[in-house]
């Protein structure tokens, strides 16, 4: 199986990554001291100093990822690295505010382009902490969230057929007139299920990440493994058997705003 680390797109999680950040890095650096400015003890000032380094990293990482990701994204190669590529890009932006926020502290005759790298060393050092509880919470994160979706379809019938799956074994749906066939993936391999009702009937109970991208059909967006974005609109080959499906003009150029978002250009 292969393990995918993704963006931080959730606001709830991002804040509450950098609240953590703010705590772990305040504790690494109150325990182990590994700028030499910092004297804690029972000083005042030693303690202000460790709050002014954990806030300083804590949001330098919060205004990362709300505002400079975006700009890094369209800079990055697509890959599945991409995201933990990025993380130590936010590594060295942190870096930058730590050294910023330490020749405040100890005046700017005393710092020189030495300690920035000695400075850049111990964040990447004391960064892997942090760094690894990130990785690991964002993979939890991602897949609990995948495992515990399920969608229920039922059917326009006065005694209506419910067809129940995981969202992520789900292709897409295609339409039939009244009808619309829902193709999925399961152990046994490509299934598809017909149901009365129209696409649009049931387009009303979906949300992303299923996008409607012709007339007659949805796909689910974590099932496509390229596109191919063209003047007439497109085409996408998903990642079973690779079924190519075409994408309309009249629904390319939302298809494609949401594609980039998603996937690093």
Not at 11 to 20: E, G, I, T
Not at 128 to 151: D, G, Q, R, T, W
């Amino acid at each position: 199986m292969r393990i995918q680390i993704n963006f931080i797109k959730n606001d709830s999680l991002l804040f509450k990554l950098a609240v953590s950040i703010f705590i772990l890095t305040f504790f690494i650096l109150f325990i182990f001291e590994p700028f030499g400015d910092i004297k804690h003890g029972y000083f005042l000032s030693g303690i202000i100093r460790v709050l002014t380094y954990a806030f300083t990293a804590s949001i330098s990482f919060y205004l990362s990822e709300r505002y400079i990701k975006y700009i890094f994204k369209r800079l990055l190669p697509k890959s599945i690295y991409t995201p933990v590529f990025w993380y130590f890009i936010e590594l060295f932006i942190i870096t930058i505010a730590i050294f910023a926020c330490k020749t405040l502290w100890v005046g700017f005759n005393n710092t020189s382009l030495a300690s920035f790298f000695i400075v850049l060393y111990r964040v990447l050092v004391i960064g892997v902490i942090p760094f690894a509880f990130i990785v690991v919470l964002l993979y939890s994160f991602n897949k609990s969230s995948v495992k515990s979706k399920e969608i229920a379809f039922k059917s326009k019938d006065k005694n209506p057929e419910y067809l129940k799956l995981p969202q992520k074994q789900i292709l897409y749906l295609k339409s039939d007139e009244n009808y619309t066939t829902i193709y999925f993936k399961n152990k046994e391999g490509l299934q598809s299920k017909i149901l009365r009702g129209s696409l649009s009937y049931f387009e009303a109970t979906l949300s992303l990440p299923f996008f409607r991208i012709h007339r007659g059909i949805i796909v689910n967006i974590n099932a496509i493994k390229n596109v191919d974005i063209n003047s007439q609109g497109g085409t996408i080959i998903l990642n079973v058997k690779n079924i190519e499906l075409r994408i309309s003009r009249t629904y390319v150029t939302d298809f494609k705003k949401y594609w980039n978002t998603l996937h690093y250009t």
